[in-house]
């Protein structure tokens, strides 16, 4: 069971890598027309990214039991916040602070 919670891990850092180069694809389109966002190698990226991730949680669900599986989500958000202050130095609001404590919270009281 421990393999599959860390492949369940490994797909939620995947999904943040996908979401931060989404986020990258949108921001370096020289022109914000639907296409070259679309068409862009981030955003290409991303999406084959999201293809790997979806066969990747199809394995894990495979074999885990779901309420393992849900514990992963939250862990998702927190990560995404995490590479978006690091890798694209954006800032954190109060409300964005809370909310990730507030993620962590739950997480704790649900594996209790």
Known sequence: MVKYIFWG???VLLTAT???LLKLGARTS???TSL????????????FLFILITLLNVYV??????????????????????FSLLI???ELSRKQI???VIIIVGVVL???
Not at 36 to 47: A, H, K, Q, R, V
Not at 67 to 80: D, E, Q, S
């Open 9 to 11: 891990f490994v797909a």
């Open 18 to 20: 996908a979401q931060l």
């Open 30 to 32: 020289t022109k914000n």
């Open 36 to 47: 070259t966002i679309f068409l862009n190698c981030y955003t290409i990226s991303g999406y």
């Open 61 to 82: 669900y495979k074999y885990l039991p779901l309420k393992y599986g849900v514990i992963f989500l939250p862990f998702t958000f927190l990560f995404v916040t995490l």
């Open 88 to 90: 694209l130095k954006e």
């Open 98 to 100: 809370a909310g990730a």
């Open 110 to 112: 649900f594996n209790l």
